[in-house]
């Protein structure tokens, strides 16, 4: 009461705040139209161009994807994925085996999508080594077409091979689970993430034998994560097999009863 008045007087509320569902849909508008704005100004300074011919317009132009080195699964290796290995696979046998210190793979399948080499490899260095996000969704575009569809009719858990704490600080993304999370979207497949980051160092200027040992044991399940049973392992290159090995390993003994894994790229 104001002294003296017979008057009730209240605090009048802003006119915003009667009506707070249209200030949050203008604010909302506000955040599209600077997101626009944002986008087209960095287009226009620094437009958008394909990782491999430089050409204006995609981060990957349909012409230079459908030159890619399209693996052929039909002369693959049906287990470890080896191009023309369908008949006698030098990558997977007994004594290659032996030699990783293996008796069998761990998991039952792999399949890659393109050969690493020229474009590929160019695509894969973009991506990880100068932060082109966009990227991701033309990985798993590609290896969306390239799985083979008994595979997705098993309905598999994606799972990423998530990447090292260095790496993702270096990187400041997971590139993996970017791809992952695309696929899932492609594919309509479920997506998790049961494996607990590794350590290790960088993989890419080890030997063979080196490669095996570096990963030994790297891999584990986050404590109390679920293992779905069916699960497709996704990863960028495969280059040993080391990599996929020890996480198949891992899911495996948390709970797995098949593991199955794809990748973007081979080295051949």
């Not at 369908?86 to 085996?97: F, K």
């Not at 969306?144 to 598999?156: D, I, V, Y």
């Not at 090292?164 to 993996?176: N, V």
């Not at 689970?177 to 899932?184: E, G, H, K, Q, R």
């Amino acid at each position: 009461m104001r002294a003296g008045s017979g008057r009730r007087v209240r605090n009048r509320p802003a006119r915003w705040r009667r009506y707070p569902f249209r200030m949050a849909t203008i604010i909302e508008t506000l955040k599209q139209c600077a997101s626009i704005a944002t986008e087209a100004m960095a287009e226009t300074l620094w437009p958008t161009r394909c990782a491999v011919c430089d050409a204006p317009g995609q981060v990957l132009c349909d012409a230079c994807r459908a030159r890619l080195p399209y693996l052929d699964w039909w002369r693959a290796c049906p287990r470890c994925g080896a191009p023309f290995g369908r008949v006698q696979c030098t990558e997977c046998n007994d004594a290659m085996l032996q030699l990783m210190g293996r008796a069998r793979l761990p998991f039952a399948s792999c399949a890659s999508a393109t050969v690493y080499e020229g474009a590929p490899a160019r695509i894969v260095r973009t991506y990880k080594d100068r932060g082109e996000r966009r990227l991701a969704r033309e990985l798993a575009y590609v290896m969306a077409a390239s799985l083979p569809p008994a595979w997705r009719a098993e309905r598999p858990a994606l799972v990423a091979v998530p990447a090292t704490g260095k790496a993702l600080r270096a990187r400041g993304f997971d590139h993996m689970a970017d791809v992952a999370a695309a696929l899932s979207e492609l594919t309509g497949l479920p997506l998790t993430q049961p494996l607990a980051r590794p350590r290790s160092i960088d993989q890419r200027n080890l030997g063979r034998k080196e490669r095996f040992e570096n990963m030994r044991g790297r891999f584990a399940v986050l404590p109390g994560a679920t293992v779905p049973p069916r699960i497709l392992l996704v990863d960028d290159v495969l280059t040993t097999g080391a990599t996929l090995m020890e996480a198949a390993d891992a899911l495996l003994a948390g709970g797995a009863q098949q593991v199955r894994c794809i990748t973007f790229a081979r080295v051949w």
